[in-house]
Structure formats: structure tokens, C-alpha cells
């Protein structure tokens, strides 16, 4: 069974949040969800921030896709724009997830390796990925960094 993202982008509009629109981190990508939240993390990069939950004042309307998943949905947070634009996408990170052959006709491609040699090692704005290299730059055209933020959750 795969894990998927919902995220929502809030912006601040004379002190209330309103939602955005924009659909963004609309991809399964297990390198961003470790990154941002530990799910799913095995390439044990990050995660880059701590889990937040739900925010007091998120919207109405995001608030009601939450409540809709009810059990089924997890790890529920937020980011600001601040906090994404903070961090060195340019840095060096090992991505550690590697494949393993279990047994004659089965390899597991969620596998984690403590072995220097294995996995890869690569700028933490390719390990990312294009698409979510995309979408910070979209991100920014929303205004002001502290005034601009992801609410998200997961399923599986």
C-alpha cells in the first residue's frame, strides 16, 4: 500500500489565513515526505522539521478534508515559506534507501542502508527533485515568506 500527501497553501490576508488555489507536493514522493515529516523515510534524510499538527486557525474548508479521513490520515503539520526558504538546498545529503534482493524473485526497494559505499550522495535540492523545486519557486510568488504556508497530512 503507497502513502500519498494532502497539502493545502494558506496565506495570510490582513491577519486571517485564506487558502490558496495552488495544488502543490502533489506527487508520492517518499524522498519529500521523509524529508519534511519521517514518513516514510528511508533514505533517513531528514526530517527537516519538527512535526506540528494541525494549526489552531487553519481553514474551514482544509479542516473539513481532514476530519474526512479521520484515522486514515497522519502526521499532520505545517510549514511557512520562512522555514522552506531557511534551509540549503544546495548541501550535500546521503540518500541511504537502497534495493535489496530478498529472495530469488523479490527485491524490497524500501530498504535503508548503514554502508557508506552504498546509496548516494547528491545536493539536497536533486534529491528533492524537480517538482518540488518547482513549487518552492511558485511558493515565493505568493508573498511575503512568513505569510505564506503548507498545511499537510498523509495517508496510507
Known sequence: MGCD???????????????SPILL???RSYS??????DVRNYSAVGPQFPVKGIPTDVRRNTMGVIKDWDEDGHTHSWVTL?????????QTVWNRRVTRQITPTFSDGGCTTDNPPE?????LSEFLG?????DLKRL???GEPENVRVVFFFDN
Not at 32 to 37: E, H, I, R, T
Request: charged share 30%; hydrophobic share 50%.
Open 130 to 134: 524537480k517538482h518540488f523545486m518547482q
Open 82 to 90: 520562512k522555514e522552506l526558504l531557511e534551509v540549503d538546498y544546495n
Open 5 to 19: 500527501i494532502h497539502a493545502f497553501v494558506e496565506i495570510k490576508v490582513n491577519g486571517i489565513w485564506e487558502q
Open 140 to 142: 515565493k510568488e505568493l
Open 119 to 123: 546509496g548516494e550522495r547528491l545536493p
Open 32 to 37: 519529500v515526505f521523509g524529508w519534511l515529516a
Open 25 to 27: 507536493w502533489d506527487l
